[in-house]
């Protein structure tokens, strides 16, 4: 039985855009390979973090959200703990209400309503 899981992961702001996207591609084939379905990859970019981590203020935030068995997730983590570009990450299951969000966010249902209340002030 497949569940639903969504990780993010922050990844040291030192590397090159290509090695960002290297490292993303690497994570999405450690799924693959364990036979996960990546549902979704969202690379959100530079951005600050709350407090410095390994001396460092900002970092790459990515998201994948994939449906796996759960043991594919412990693989995961293990490779994430042995890479040295990963500064933090959390992977979470996810239960039927956050799935049905994440299909309407992606979509774009919640960034219309917002231009909407935009328009109305």
């Known amino acids: 039985m497949k569940n639903n899981y969504e990780t993010v992961f922050i990844l040291t702001p030192v590397l090159s855009e290509e090695q960002m996207k290297d490292t993303v591609e690497k994570f999405k084939k450690v799924l693959v390979d364990h036979g996960a379905d990546v549902i979704n990859t969202e690379v959100w970019g530079l951005k600050k973090l709350a407090y410095p981590i390994q001396h460092k ?7 994948i959200e994939f449906a796996a068995e759960p043991t594919v997730v412990k693989a995961l983590e293990t490779e994430y703990r042995r890479d040295e570009a990963i500064l933090r990450f959390l992977t979470t299951v996810l239960d039927k209400h956050a799935v ?3 299909e309407r966010r992606r979509k774009g249902e919640f960034k219309k309503k917002s231009k909407a209340k935009e328009e109305a002030i």
Do not use: E, K
């Open 57 to 63: 203020s900002t970092g790459f935030y990515n998201l």
């Open 100 to 102: 049905i969000y994440n």
